[in-house]
Antibody, heavy 118, light 109 residues
Framework: EVQLLVSAGGLVQPGGSLRLSCAGS????????MFWVRQAPGKGLEWVST????????YYADSVKGRFIISRDNSKSTLYLQMNSLRVEDTAVYYC???????????WGQGTLVTVSS | EIVMTQSPATLSVSPGDRATVSCRAS??????LAWYQQRPGQAPRLLIY???TRATGIPARFSGSGSGTEFTLTISSLQSEDFAVYYC???????????FGQGTKVEIK
């Protein structure tokens, strides 16, 4: 069974930084692309970032490009999202998700709330 | 950037009735379209991929159709657990992006 365990989010001031982690188990972590997707309070889903299985390719939504960095440590089966220069509009529940080989998301972890506020 | 537009925003349906949700892409995404269900307070769950293939464990009352720019999710006979928000998502763009529709809330009539 695929399990994705996301670290706790938290409250951060505007302009601050936070790193999320997501530990994967129950599948061959190195084989699959991984995603971060977020959901602002009361809003819909927004794709944030994707990383290939090897970590050699990364992709970002325009809204976070240049501020967020996705990475992975395949030796630890762990995905990361380094969030810098945080803005109030980055407040959301952040989900870690596993990609299928065809490119869609086939498994989701529980979300973690990140609140950016002074 | 491909824009995904869902309709309607809210759908009021009686238990046992059929529900139909539409999703339109601003340009062709071939059959690279997935549907997700999100119940209140839960993470999304994959229902359909490849526009029409049910994911593992998804009941047969869920079906997807379409290709190119027009897609439909149909729930043939709504059960209580099906009242939720449904999202479409394309995964065809290059450079890769994974755009979601804005969601359709299926509520009890």
């Amino acid at each position: 069974e695929v399990q994705l365990l996301v670290s706790a989010g938290g409250l951060v001031q505007p302009g601050g930084s936070l790193r999320l982690s997501c530990a994967g188990s129950g599948f061959a972590f190195v084989t699959y692309g991984m995603f971060w997707v977020r959901q602002a309070p009361g809003k819909g889903l927004e794709w944030v970032s994707t990383i290939s299985g090897s970590g050699g390719s990364t992709y970002y939504a325009d809204s976070v490009k240049g501020r967020f960095i996705i990475s992975r440590d395949n030796s630890k089966s762990t995905l990361y999202l380094q969030m810098n220069s945080l803005r109030v509009e980055d407040t959301a529940v952040y989900y870690c998700a596993k990609g299928a080989r065809e490119g869609f998301i086939d498994s989701w972890g529980q979300g973690t709330l990140v609140t950016v506020s002074s | 950037e491909i824009v995904m537009t869902q309709s309607p925003a809210t759908l009021s349906v009686s238990p046992g009735d059929r529900a139909t949700v539409s999703c339109r892409a601003s340009q062709s995404v071939s059959s690279n379209l997935a549907w997700y269900q999100q119940r209140p307070g839960q993470a999304p769950r994959l229902l359909i991929y490849g526009a029409s293939t049910r994911a593992t464990g998804i009941p047969a009352r869920f079906s997807g159709s379409g290709s190119g720019t027009e897609f439909t999710l149909t729930i043939s006979s709504l059960q209580s657990e099906d009242f939720a928000v449904y999202y479409c998502q394309q995964y065809n763009d290059w450079p890769p992006t994974w755009t979601f529709g804005q969601g359709t809330k299926v509520e009890i009539k």
